[in-house]
């Protein structure tokens, strides 16, 4: 079915300029209560010595209104799922619930400090508790660490403990002699990267024809006996599943190494699979993915590390632990003893990998997304979101190359080969596509699939939209015939058009200035 | 749908996964809850922490400030909170131009030259700094203030344990409360950096013009790490006295204390450092038209491109809640950021003075201080904020034994613009009243 | 189609050496700066820095990539182009003449024999992208 819904073009803001243009002498935004206590000179309080003297020159001074208007302006500039579709592969763009929002703000979560006493902190241990059991059901690992803050902090966490595993498992020395990582050649540039951070050098494994991990490659490398252990994605950056994935594990450990699983495709998993199942010794998840809470322009994001039993002594300190169950009932002195503690005690850890206990408010929110779909409603949106993709690979392929035949999950990849032949590439594709009114998908990732386009619906979709989709691709590959220069020259409906981005990083301006100074752009010299 | 690409059943769509892993039965995990049910179920475990609804003095990385009305609204627009990285700059200009301003911001405040769009926190951002500082100088060796969080410094050593960089603590003097020159003594051609916080964790402001110097003299950087960036509206900033990394927890500027997260780290550095620095970086661009736009940029440092070679590994930082430090600080504007951190160094000085003249109590340390300070008590200090919780609803601040088993009666005071006098009487006089019996 | 002087010698990595008496100025080919696109940043060592013939001493950025340079010659080097440091862009435009990266005393008779010929560089390059 056709759909009516076009997108406005016209864009209804002024070309809102930055704060400090706007910033006149005398405007307040704010007011304070008057100083309630006895007013001592200041330099009795702060010696001459230690005070500014910039008077904070430069910060803007504006009123309410000001701030309201500008930042309202700014953000009419913004593309956001509340908008709709944000086909980006591997980010799992789902719908960020609302209630999650308002779970997030109560008071008794919201105004708690993370140094309170544990025993009037019980319901925030609960909340972090309860959320450690389910995780650990949905992946299949018992193990569970909510400490780090994104998903490559899980992924540098998860690294390091399979590090500290094999230190102790075979000594220091005979350690130092594992000291390669096995990445595929279709990563993410964060597994590399945490490796590194761990003391592993990477050795890249190749993917056959067919897009999955070379089981004789692997063989090829794990017979060296260097090998710590194994990064994978599952399913992969392809959106395939590794239907090896038992065999892949089984010949890593026989060759002495871990298996480290990237959990930023789980949600083609979620109460279908689970990673623990598969013969995975640990696994990041990405709350901000997954378990929809929201993206917020760059984070923030909250990657738990999940594990086997065996890694379980090396994840990061403090843990949450429960000492009873509540129908322990009271004890001798009439108080109910504290059910969930911080347990300190656990020698092996790697140690701390942020200071508090993580990013609690995307806790509140991952757990009210769990309660809210129950275990039925967590499986079902595994396989709308696996579903939509495949509608998505089912509509496209009439007029897009998909490199691999085997059947998406959750994403699906295509490449630009039939419409570079006109001198039209994934870039310009993508740019076009904003003035259909979509987000592009993800581009030029995976690394090893030229101009890919990299496509994940999610399950926050409906059949009209998925069309509407569908049809605005068709339409630009149409284009490519018809009227390549139009695709060559978008997009053509947005505030501003390409950005000279070369121009940007030769002579970088990172940072407004007054105008009295040079405003010569940052000669940014090497370190 | 599933007919219309030729599959008869959802169990169809997962057939590249081989049946013996596909879950038979249900996940283990609660039924689905409603609103209604939902709601209940978080409030009653919100009930439960009875240290959120009180007076409180608590502060020690973590500091409760006034958060204007406008910044949850702002945050809460969809367009700021449900979307993406930008990396399609024409339809996140939003965004960018918000990263742009808080990296101009953070700049002005710390006194720096260019400053990343955010770390995760203070913590990590600190842990970075360590590391950058060992990619410019190419030495091994980090001496650190014993003055700094003790929470800091364990994510430091966690991210240093396999990166062969050594992390050696020098000891604060007992008597100010501060980090002395003298007590570097380790310091030489090796260090890569030298670590101090100020206000340091027992709240007393450090020398930094000095220890910028003995680190300079042998060719090490200084690195300053602020946990309550309050101070910034009355401090001289850090760049000024010398720093080469400022590091700091942006959560005193307008993010709720949340049980400790989301917090938002703060980044910056020298210029001539910045191909050096972690984290996403936002700058000018223009398009054909010649109209002014902001883009991602200097990626070529970053782990999508580096990969392993990369600066860090760090992809989604803490986007939004540099949003809000970014509306907190343009609300409060220059004279509201003096103004707070005025009320907040008056209000602790007139706190610290009432409490240092009671009966057995004392300040231990003479430094100078912002908006904190330890107070020794004439009884062991966890017992003594045990019962001014449990007598009097009044949460007094952190016995230092959590961190340091040698301070057993020691415990830290925080007060901000949002304690009031009343407040402060009434702690005051609890203090007096417990210890007197 | 890419230019490919006569009179100079070539690396697999797609550096070019140009002798000059005892000295070897090296660059990027005309092929390697159109395969990187814009480039942004060049990082370039040091006066007196040594090198053994195929070390890395340093690396092209453009926007959205990072390639390491090569030598193909064993030295020291005597001068590095400063200017490039302003106008990156120089590698893309001149890239043999302006855009010449570090000079090398040669310190090892006879290594730019070994290096590639125009002809045998320009097959080279066409059975690469094949």
Redesign the interface.
């Known amino acids: 079915m056709k759909s009516e819904i076009t997108k406005i073009t016209t864009h209804i803001s002024h070309n809102e300029a930055l704060i400090f243009e706007r910033s006149q002498t005398g405007r307040v935004g704010y007011r304070l209560p008057p100083l309630d206590v006895p007013e001592k000179p200041i330099n009795e309080i702060i010696p001459v010595e230690f005070q500014r003297e910039d008077d904070l020159e430069g910060v803007p001074e504006v009123s309410e209104v000001d701030v309201i208007r500008h930042f309202i302006r700014m953000s009419t500039w913004n593309y956001s799922i509340d908008l709709g579709m944000y086909p980006l592969g591997s980010c799992t763009m789902k719908y960020n619930s609302r209630l999650n929002e308002r779970v997030a703000r109560i008071a008794g979560f919201a105004n708690l400090h993370p140094l309170a006493v544990e025993e009037e902190s019980q319901g925030a241990f609960q909340v972090i508790y309860e959320l450690q059991e389910s995780l650990a059901e949905i992946t299949g690992l018992p193990g569970i660490s909510l400490q780090p803050a994104a998903g490559a902090h899980g992924e540098m966490t998860g690294i390091m403990i399979i590090r500290a595993f094999i230190d102790a498992r075979d000594g220091k020395e005979a350690s130092a002699r594992r000291r390669t990582m096995l990445i595929p050649d279709s990563a993410h540039g964060t597994n590399p990267a945490s490796a590194h951070l761990s003391g592993f050098t990477v050795k890249t494994i190749r993917s056959t024809p067919e897009g999955l991990t070379d089981l004789d490659h692997l063989r090829e490398l794990c017979a060296h006996g260097e090998v710590a252990g194994l990064m994978l994605t599952n399913p992969n950056t392809l959106g395939l599943f590794e239907r090896n994935i038992r065999a892949i594990c089984g010949i890593v450990h026989e060759a002495g190494g871990l298996v480290y699983m990237d959990g930023a495709n789980m949600n083609a998993l979620v109460g279908v699979a689970r990673p623990g199942d598969m013969g995975v010794d640990v696994i990041h998840l990405n709350l901000h993915k997954t378990f929809s809470t929201p993206h917020g322009g760059g984070g923030p994001g909250c990657g738990p590390c999940c594990c086997t039993k065996e890694l379980e002594p090396f994840l990061p300190v403090p843990r949450i632990v429960r000492t009873r169950s509540i129908s322990d009932g009271v004890n001798a002195a009439g108080e109910n003893a504290t059910e969930f503690k911080l347990d300190f005690d656990r020698p092996e850890s790697i140690g701390r990998v942020k200071a508090f206990h993580g990013n609690y408010g995307m806790m509140l929110r991952a757990l009210a997304y769990i309660l809210t779909h129950g275990y039925d409603g967590l499986r079902e949106a595994t396989e709308a979101a696996v579903l939509n993709a495949r509608y998505i690979t089912h509509g496209l392929v009439a007029d897009y190359e998909k490199p691999f035949d085997a059947p998406p999950m959750h994403e699906v990849v295509f490449t630009d080969k039939r419409q570079s032949r006109k001198g039209v590439h994934t870039l310009d594709i993508a740019k076009r596509l904003i003035d259909y009114g979509f987000h592009p998908p993800t581009i030029y990732f995976p690394l090893i699939v030229q101009g890919a386009m990299l496509i994940e619906p999610t399950e926050s979709v409906g059949h009209q939209e998925l069309d509407q989709f569908i049809e605005a691709m068709r339409s630009i590959a149409r284009e490519v015939v018809e009227d390549p220069e139009l695709i060559l020259n978008a997009p053509h409906t947005t505030r501003i058009g390409r950005l000279d981005e070369a121009a940007a990083a030769r002579r970088p301006v990172l940072r407004w200035k007054p105008k009295e100074t040079d405003t010569e752009p940052l000669a940014v010299a090497s370190g | 749908m599933l007919g219309q690409i030729g599959l008869g059943s959802a169990a169809d769509l997962f057939q590249s996964i081989p049946e013996d892993l596909r879950l038979r039965g249900r996940l283990n995990t609660p039924a689905a809850l409603s609103e209604i049910e939902l709601l209940a179920t978080f409030e009653s475990m919100a009930r439960q922490n009875t240290a959120a609804r009180r007076s409180s003095f608590l502060g020690a990385g973590a500091y409760s400030h006034y958060i204007p009305t406008v910044v949850d609204h702002i945050l809460s627009r969809s367009e700021f909170f449900t979307a993406y990285t930008p990396y399609q700059p024409e339809i996140s200009q939003g965004t960018l131009q918000v990263i742009f301003e808080f990296q101009t911001l953070v700049c002005q405040m710390t006194g720096m030259e260019v400053a990343n769009a955010s770390m995760y926190d203070g913590s990590t951002a600190l842990a970075e700094a360590v590391l950058m500082a060992e990619r410019v100088t190419r030495r091994s060796k980090i001496i650190s203030s014993s003055a700094v969080h003790p929470e800091y410094l364990e994510v430091v050593q966690t991210y240093v344990q396999h990166a062969g960089i050594h992390l050696q603590q020098s000891l604060y003097c007992t008597d100010t409360g501060t980090t002395l020159t003298e007590s570097l003594a380790a310091l030489d051609d090796q260090t890569a950096a030298v670590i101090v916080q100020s206000p340091n964790f027992f709240g007393c402001l450090e020398d930094v013009a000095s220890l910028s110097d003995a680190a300079h003299r042998v060719g090490a950087l200084l690195i300053v790490a602020i946990t309550e960036p309050i101070s910034l509206g009355l401090l001289k900033s850090p760049g000024a006295c010398g720093a080469d990394i400022v590091v700091a927890e942006g959560q005193s500027f307008g993010v709720p204390l949340s049980f400790g997260g989301p917090y938002v780290g703060l980044f910056a550095t020298r210029e001539k450092y910045a191909r050096q620095m972690p984290g996403r970086l936002v700058g000018e661009a223009y398009d054909k038209q010649g109209r002014r736009g902001f883009v991602l940029t200097l990626a070529t440092r970053e782990q999508h491109i580096r990969r392993e070679k990369a600066t860090s590994n760090i992809c989604t930082n803490e986007g939004l809640i540099a949003l809000a430090a970014t509306v907190y600080l343009e609300t409060m504007g220059r004279r509201g950021l003096q103004e707070v951190a005025t009320q907040c160094a008056q209000k602790a000085a007139y706190a610290a003075k009432r409490i240092g003249g009671l009966e057995g109590f004392s300040l231990p340390f003479s430094a100078p201080r912002f908006n904190e300070f330890v107070v020794r008590a004439p009884i062991n200090a966890r017992h003594l904020l045990s019962m001014l919780a449990k007598d009097r609803g009044i949460t007094g601040g952190l016995a230092l034994s959590r961190y340091f088993k040698d301070r057993p009666n020691d415990f830290l005071v925080c007060v901000t613009e949002t304690n009031t006098r009343k407040e402060i009487d009434a702690f005051v006089e609890a203090l007096r009243s417990i210890t007197a019996s | 189609m890419a230019n490919v002087p006569e009179n100079l010698h070539y690396s697999k990595d797609h550096e070019w050496v140009r002798v000059e008496g005892d000295t070897a100025v090296i660059g990027i080919t005309d092929h390697a700066q159109d395969q990187l696109?814009?480039?942004?940043?060049v990082?370039?060592p040091k006066a007196g820095d040594e090198f053994a013939a195929n070390d890395s001493f340093g690396s092209v950025?453009?926007?959205?990539?990072?390639s390491e340079i090569f030598t193909p010659v064993t030295g020291s080097v005597t001068s590095v182009n400063e200017s490039l440091?302003?106008e990156?862009?120089k590698v893309n435009k001149d890239p043999y003449g302006e855009g010449w990266m570090i000079k090398i005393r040669m310190s090892k008779a006879g290594e730019v024999d070994s290096l590639l010929t125009a002809a045998e560089y320009e097959d080279f390059t066409k059975a690469e992208s094949e």
């Not at chain 3, 950025?61 to 990072?66: D, I, L, M, R, T």
């Open positions: 696109g814009d480039v942004v940043y990082e370039l950025e453009s926007v959205k990539a990072v440091a302003d990156p862009e």
